[in-house]
Nanobody, 129 residues
Framework: QVHLVESGGDSVQAGGSLRLSCQSS???????????MAWFREPLGKEREGVAAIDILHRTPVLDSVKGRFTISTDNSANNVYLQMDSLQPGDTAMYYCAAVLGYCNRLYVPNSADFFYWGQGTQVTVSS
């Protein structure tokens, strides 16, 4: 069982930055028992989409619409995963979810929600123009 808690969501103006955090109850910095950690987002009334994922060895591709603006990273000592979001746009407004699945990430693709088993409760990001 993996328990995930997100934080850092807020309301900001376009052009601003936020850093989302996800605290995992499971150690994330292990090569013997790897875990893939991901960020997803779900705009109101739209489907959930993968943003990026990371494990101890790899990062996946990033969602095209956030390339060059969003960066995923980890603090393995604290079992935290972060999503640094810069140059935010109104189109980034969504509920952001942290997710995890045991094993290494599929590093060829943007994360797919069907592949992830554990989910946080979400944190809301609202970007105004």
């Amino acid at each position: 069982q993996v328990h995930l808690v997100e934080s850092g969501g807020d309301s900001v103006q376009a052009g601003g930055s936020l850093r989302l955090s996800c605290q995992s109850s499971r150690r994330i910095g292990s090569t013997s028992n790897p875990i893939c950690m991901a960020w997803f987002r779900e705009p109101l009334g739209k489907e959930r989409e993968g943003v990026a994922a990371i494990d101890i060895l790899h990062r996946t591709p990033v969602l095209d619409s956030v390339k060059g603006r969003f960066t995923i990273s980890t603090d393995n000592s604290a079992n935290n995963v972060y999503l640094q979001m810069d140059s935010l746009q109104p189109g980034d407004t969504a509920m952001y979810y942290c997710a995890a699945v045991l094993g290494y990430c599929n590093r060829l693709y943007v994360p797919n929600s069907a592949d992830f088993f554990y989910w946080g409760q979400g944190t809301q990001v609202t970007v105004s123009s």
